[in-house]
């Protein structure tokens, strides 16, 4: 059974930081896509960043770039979305997803298995 499992969210002022982690387990996710995507109050849930498992490939979306840092540690089988000078519209529900397609997906829907997601608030 594939599980992935979020951690790291919580709140934290305008400007802070936080580190989201993504354990995951019950296969191999060699040559997946693994992704956070995020679904804030009212909103779609959106695409925020991607790698490949297997390589040194990362994709930022636009409005996260220059702030948020997606990585792995293959060792550990865990995603991490490291997030730097918060804005209070990143306050959403993230979540870490995988993908076993041959190429990046920014779709929902070009995602196989999903975490439970992890609450990050932002206050202004």
């Known amino acids: 059974q594939v599980v992935l499992v979020e951690s790291g969210g919580g709140l934290v002022q305008a400007g802070g930081s936080l580190r989201l982690s993504c354990t995951v387990s019950?296969?191999?996710?060699?040559?997946?896509?693994m992704a956070w995507f995020r679904r804030a109050p009212g909103k779609e849930r959106e695409f925020v960043a991607a790698?490949?498992?297997?390589?040194?490939?990362?994709f930022h979306a636009d409005s996260v770039k220059g702030r948020f840092t997606i990585s792995r540690d293959n060792a550990k089988n865990t995603l991490f979305l490291q997030m730097n000078s918060l804005k209070p519209e990143d306050t959403a529900v993230y979540y870490c997803?995988?993908?076993?397609?041959?190429?990046?997906?920014?779709?929902?829907?070009?995602?196989?298995?999903w975490g439970q997601g992890t609450q990050v608030t932002v206050s202004s």
């Open positions: 997803a995988a993908a076993s397609s041959l190429t990046l997906g920014l779709q929902r829907s070009s995602y196989d298995y």
């Open positions: 019950g296969r191999s996710f060699s040559n997946y896509y």
């Open positions: 790698l490949k498992w297997d390589g040194d490939y990362t």
